[in-house]
């Protein structure tokens, strides 16, 4: 790797890093801190819901400022927007707040991760690309997973630990901190190296080009739409159990103030994520095409989410979330790679954010049904539940396999030769 590039991604892993450090710190005792406030947990998980009915409003919108105004400019937005929603999020804790206000509050924290969605992985591609990388997406990706992973485990172990000792609120004023030394970061070191925007068009003009090629080389392209429809199955059943996980896991160890504990599910998968992004570019080189990586890593984690709800025992719980932390690494970074060599520069961040805004649908719907689950049957059925929906999301990775998408045979040494 070339000292440019070296550069490039550095700065791409300390902005992964903080973001994750950041998130992370209330990642393990958000259900338990909205319960805290006096929600149900349908009101619970319905506050997630409205999170991620946020992304779906404002996913493409924002995605279209990424590609026209820029990746730094949409990352400052981002951490800006975060900041501030995180410090009403504790006000609306503090105040007991009826469920309306943590609906609208939560609308604009998806906001916040909407500028963040698509642009940093766009930037960084196209940084790469601009610098001349002559490596694999996937060990990129790999290592952004590594650092992700140990930022989630620093993150949600002290904020177990930090709520522990202080209460459920304090996390989230230090991930609001957290974030202000983000945007100081990035304003400094953050440059759009391979991608100029483009101020000669009106910004709705600029919208409607970007959006209708965005559409040209995303969802018309056979092999981009499939992989596309099958995130929102995959990913609102993934982000309910990683939520849902908290709750029970302090049901299967038997003690409801244990916080510490229920910071442990993030920190477990923390660390399944740091050696699956270690082993992804490896277990990529194993097979001769992405899809194939992908598609088995799904299909394991349907099983072992269902082994974890029909469990009774802790430590076994704790067995199975490392398994299922680590397909999920596993799959991530070879995914990425995939999407990112099929779609061209100019589009790069929006149809990424049409993929986020995908599995942000999911989340909308599966993450209330399967909440209203868990109040009627338990966290145990409710996941067992959550298996059976994510199956639906193979049939889709099957079709995107079926196209024979060059991205798919793609070996590591090819991806410097990508056109940018």
Known sequence: MNPAARRVQRVYLVLLLGNTLAASFIWGINTLFLLDAGLSNFEAFAANAFFTVGMVIFEIPTG??????????SYLLGTTTLSVTTGL?????????????????SVLLGLGF??????VEAWLVDALYSTGYAGSLEAVFGRGLMVSGIAMFTGS???????QVSDLGVPFLVRAGVLVVMFLFAFVVMKDLGFRADHSV?????????????????????????????????SGVGIYAFYALQPYLLELYGDASAYSIAGLAAAVLSISQVAGGMLAPRVRGLFARRTTTVIGAFAASTIVLVLIGLNSLFWLAIVFLVVWGFVFAVAAP????????????????????????????????????????????????SLVIGGAVEVIALPFLFASRRQHDPSDTRSPREDASVEP
């Open 89 to 105: 999020y504790w006000v609306l804790w503090l105040s007991h707040a009826p469920f309306v206000w943590w609906a609208i509050v």
């Open 202 to 234: 009106k910004p709705m003009e600029a919208t409607r080009n970007v959006l209708a090629q965005s559409i040209e080389h995303g969802l018309k392209k056979r092999s981009v739409r499939y992989m596309i429809l099958s995130a929102p199955f995959a």
């Open 334 to 381: 070879v995914r990425q790679a995939y999407l990112n060599d099929m779609i061209p520069s100019k589009q790069r961040a929006t149809v990424l954010s049409f993929d986020s805004l995908f599995g942000s649908l999911g989340g909308v719907f599966i993450q209330p049904a399967l909440g209203r689950c868990a109040d009627l049957w338990g966290y145990g059925i």
């Open 64 to 73: 279209v400022v990424a590609d026209t105004a820029g990746r730094k400019v």
């Open 157 to 163: 172990v002290l904020g177990g630990v930090i709520a």
């Open 114 to 119: 909407t500028f963040f969605s698509g642009a």
